[in-house]
């Protein structure tokens, strides 16, 4: 298995842009098509933890679910468990180094953590 891991959404020019990086730089990753296959909470403590944020620091706050759910005044526990129930508020593209995390907004910060 691969060190490297991204959370891809295909529908996200972002996520594209971010996948097609890493197949130009030639590195050997895994996808993890996030909305496929939904995360667990644990796992995505585990992401949090390597990026070093907080679920209000990762959920999309100007997707239209995160009003919907009337999420504004959550707490971050809250935000956590929205987000494990509906990964469509995850922050992407997530890229994965082994103990390392990034959000590749913009898509230099996966520079940062890339040993390819």
Do not use: G
């Given at each position: 298995?691969?060190?490297i891991e991204i959370w891809h959404n295909s529908r996200?020019?972002?996520?594209?842009?971010?996948?097609?990086?890493?197949?130009?730089?030639?590195?050997?990753?895994?996808?993890?098509?996030?909305?496929?296959?939904?995360?667990?909470?644990?796992?995505?403590?585990?992401?949090?933890?390597?990026?070093?944020?907080?679920?209000?620091?990762?959920?999309?706050?100007?997707?239209?679910?995160?009003?919907?759910?009337?999420?504004?005044?959550?707490?971050?526990?809250?935000?956590l468990e929205a987000m494990v129930q509906n990964p469509?508020?995850?922050?992407?593209?997530?890229?994965?180094?082994?103990?390392?995390?990034?959000?590749?907004?913009?898509?230099?910060?996966?520079?940062?953590?890339?040993?390819?």
């Amino acid at each position: 298995m691969a060190d490297i891991e991204i959370w891809h959404n295909s529908r996200c020019s972002k996520s594209r842009a971010a996948l097609n990086y890493l197949q130009e730089k030639n590195c050997d990753f895994t996808i993890k098509e996030y909305l496929k296959e939904n995360p667990k909470k644990d796992e995505l403590e585990a992401i949090l933890k390597k990026l070093n944020k907080k679920p209000s620091e990762v959920i999309r706050k100007k997707e239209a679910l995160f009003k919907e759910l009337n999420l504004k005044d959550a707490s971050e526990e809250d935000l956590l468990e929205a987000m494990v129930q509906n990964p469509k508020l995850i922050e992407r593209p997530i890229v994965i180094y082994k103990d390392r995390a990034v959000i590749a907004r913009p898509l230099e910060l996966v520079e940062e953590i890339l040993p390819c």
